[in-house]
């Protein structure tokens, strides 16, 4: 099974792209709630509210609904939690649609 992984990796370059970036923004965004957080305890300057939602945009969702949840961040505020979650759907439905048997025809020609 992990052979066959490997392989769609080697077939499809774009997907080895993908993982990177996606892993890279999950992580920064998840990484900037944590610094948010801290921020927000010691009452220092914060990240503007506008970043996070970028940063979550640009494909960080994952990132910022664990981040959410695993600093108690911006938890109370409904719009945050329910724009990460959007953000997130958005982008599975954007990589079911490159990855669909389709999409792929289509990205190869």
């Not at 900037?32 to 970043?51: V, W």
């Not at 664990?66 to 911006?74: A, D, E, L, P, T």
């Not at 982008?91 to 990855?99: D, G, R």
Request: some cysteine; overall charge positive; glycine content about 6%.
């Amino acid at each position: 099974m992990l052979d066959n992984f490997f392989q769609f990796l080697v077939n499809h370059p774009l997907a080895l792209f993908l993982i990177a970036y996606y892993s890279c923004m999950n992580l920064l965004c998840f990484s900037l709630y944590g610094c948010d957080k801290a921020s927000a305890r010691a009452q220092t300057s914060r990240i503007s509210e506008k970043t996070l939602h970028g940063w979550a945009l640009a494909g960080g969702a994952l990132g910022a609904v664990c981040g959410q949840s695993w600093f108690r961040h911006k938890t109370q505020k409904t719009f945050f939690r329910w724009f990460a979650w959007l953000c997130f759907a958005i982008h599975v439905v954007l990589l079911l649609q490159i990855f669909s048997a389709k999409g792929l025809t289509s990205l190869a020609s």
